[in-house]
């Protein structure tokens, strides 16, 4: 069956490059989330759509990250000048229902793999 | 101090061992999951449980919400689960609108090898 995809893979660009990230959540799915995984350490938080809708982007380290889900399915996050500190796993998860209304289970892309040289 | 504390960090068992993975946190939750990461960064979700006790085959998840504490349980451990083991909590904070109310809080996970 289809999870969450994620493109590409591996991204390796030089510093200052801009970068784009795609996710495909699983189809339906309304809650889309981005979490940035940095080595040795756990995921953590990004951004939130639900719909179309960035209802949260708290987690976003500066103005040089930006995310959009213009149709309500698939998301991209961009990356602007990019920087050695921007090196991480970037993982996307989604999930059938608004968060907060009831408990889902996010279910997570294999994540795309960013290094910065 | 992290919100989410997991130990140990790494964990190295014989096959055939039982393993506990153990979960502290300290803020108010909902929901409590364990999640299983393999090499290449794939995510699992194991268990997503608020109160007492799952069980999915070799896999047992317990979680005391007066104590704020999770365990995940491997029995007659495998190679196969060798991975890393995380621990997320979905917090209640304060909401505002734009804050992270509802988001994953992610432990640093457990590095489990299991040798045959």
């Known amino acids: 069956g289809a999870g969450v995809s994620q493109s590409p893979r591996y991204k390796v660009a030089k510093r200052g490059q801009d970068v784009a990230l795609r996710c495909d959540p699983i189809?339906?799915?309304?809650?889309l989330f981005w979490y940035q995984q940095a080595l040795g350490q756990g995921p953590e938080f990004l951004t939130y759509?639900?719909?179309?809708?960035?209802?949260?982007k708290s987690g976003l380290p500066s103005d040089r990250f930006f995310a959009e889900r213009p149709e309500g399915s698939v998301s991209t996050l961009k990356i602007q000048r990019t920087q050695q500190e921007d090196s991480a796993v970037y993982l996307c998860?989604?999930?059938?229902?608004?968060?907060?209304?009831?408990?889902?289970?996010?279910?997570f892309g294999d994540g795309t793999r960013l290094s910065i040289l | 101090k992290n919100e989410v504390e997991q130990s140990p960090q790494n964990l190295t068992a014989q096959e055939g061992e039982f393993i506990t993975i153990n979960c502290s946190y300290s803020v108010g939750i909902s929901a409590l999951h364990w999640l299983q990461q393999h090499p290449g960064g794939g995510i699992v979700s194991l268990f997503m449980?608020?109160?007492g006790k799952k069980k999915h085959g070799r896999l047992i998840a317990t979680i005391n919400i007066q104590e704020k504490h999770s365990s995940l349980h491997i029995t007659a451990s495998h190679p196969r689960d060798s991975a890393v083991y995380i621990c997320?909590?979905?917090?209640?904070?304060?909401?505002?609108?734009?804050?992270?109310?509802?988001?994953?809080?992610f432990g640093k996970g457990t590095k489990l090898s299991v040798k045959p």
């Open positions: 189809s339906g799915h309304v809650s």
């Open positions: 998860a989604s999930s059938p229902k608004k968060r907060g209304l009831s408990n889902q289970p996010q279910h």
């Open positions: 449980l608020s109160s």
């Open positions: 997320a909590v979905r917090s209640y904070r304060v909401p505002n609108y734009g804050g992270s109310q509802g988001n994953l809080i």
């Open positions: 759509f639900q719909n179309e809708a960035q209802l949260d």
